[in-house]
Structure formats: C-alpha cells, structure tokens
C-alpha cells in the first residue's frame, strides 16, 4: 500500500475485533513514531503501553466520569460497568507522553512533533490491516490517570491511542476541498 491509499483509507475507528496485538507489532509502529520530523531533535516523546491490568484501571477511572453525568444509581453502576468492559476489551492501547520543555516555543512544536509522530503510527497501522482512534479530553489530565500511567511532573499525556483490527470501516467524513481554502499568491 502506498501513502497516499494509508492517508485515503485511514478512519477513526469506532469498534475493534478481539483479535489480540503482538507486542512486536506495537513496537514496530511505535519506532515509526520517533522517525517524524523533530525541530532541534528534542524527541520529546514516551510511551506507555497499557496491558489488561492498565486498560482496566482506565474503564474505571473514564466510567467513574461518565457515572458521575448519571442521576440514576443503577444506571451509573451500568456505566462504570460497561466502559470498563469496552476499555478492557480494546486490543490495544498506548498513552503517548510529551516531555515538555521549558522555553514555551520549543514546547508548541515539540507537541506538533509528537502529532506528527502519531500519524506515523496511524498511517502504519493503515498499511498493517490495523485500525486506530485518538483520544484526547480532559481526562487525559486528570491525577487518577497520570498516577495509573507514571506521567510525572514536566510531562502530558497528549494522547491515548487505541489500535487494533476494525470490525468495520466507517465512511469517510466529508471535508471542504483544500482548493476552497487555499490562496495562490503571484
Ligand atoms: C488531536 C485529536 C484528538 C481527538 N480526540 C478525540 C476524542 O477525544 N474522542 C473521539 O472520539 N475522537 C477523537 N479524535 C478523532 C476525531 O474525532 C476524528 O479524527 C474526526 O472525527 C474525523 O474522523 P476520521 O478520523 O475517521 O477521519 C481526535 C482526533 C485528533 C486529531
């Protein structure tokens, strides 16, 4: 598959078959991550590979948010129930970690270098048969997770990854063609 198929087929993907990751293929497409381009080689990166344990404390601490936008005392419990099942069952899930910089200006493109690094891995998994979803939110922030994961001080959780084989493929999204928004100077 060339890139240009990756970048056309790619979607966030909503649900994953059960068919479990290698721990090789997550290593290969997270050494794919670091190649992207780097201002002043900071590689201001980690990851954190979540096993079962891990993506179990996760539905809990995300299904304790959901239950909290809940009144109902049954209905809540069935939240936390099943966000754990559904963060459980995710064949694979990977927290990548900015190391933020100081100087403010090296700390912007420091984390438009870990995006860049992030679809590396999402153009590969394309390339692989696999699927992936960005997530972001404020949860990403919050201690419960930070402590889960080790993110120390002076470091962000600026994405949790979830990888696997779609179960099926949505439709592309539509978007505004570049050339309605593109200005060609002379
Ligand atoms: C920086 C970033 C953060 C995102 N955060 C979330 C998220 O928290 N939850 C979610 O469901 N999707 C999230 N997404 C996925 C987008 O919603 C998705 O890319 C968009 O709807 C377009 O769909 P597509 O990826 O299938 O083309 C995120 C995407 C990016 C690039």
Known sequence: MNVT?????????KTFTDRSLEREELEELLELVVLAPNHRMTEPWRFVVLGPEA?????????????????????????????????????????????????????EEDYATVYMGIQNLLLAAVERGLGTHVKTGAELEGA???????????????A????????????EKPRAPAAARTNWLP
């Open 5 to 13: 198929d990756a970048v056309r087929r790619r979607r966030s993907i």
């Open 55 to 107: 993506k179990r404390r996760w539905g809990e601490i995300k299904g304790e948010t959901r239950a909290g936008r809940v009144d109902d005392v049954q209905a809540a419990e069935l939240v936390r129930r099943k966000t754990i099942e559904s963060m459980s069952s995710l064949p694979g899930l990977v927290a990548v970690v900015q190391l933020l910089a100081d100087d403010p200006e090296i700390r």
């Open 144 to 158: 419960a997770l930070r402590s889960a994961l080790g993110v120390a001080e002076g470091e962000r959780v600026v």
């Open 160 to 171: 949790l990854v979830q990888i696997g084989e779609p179960a099926e493929l949505p439709a």
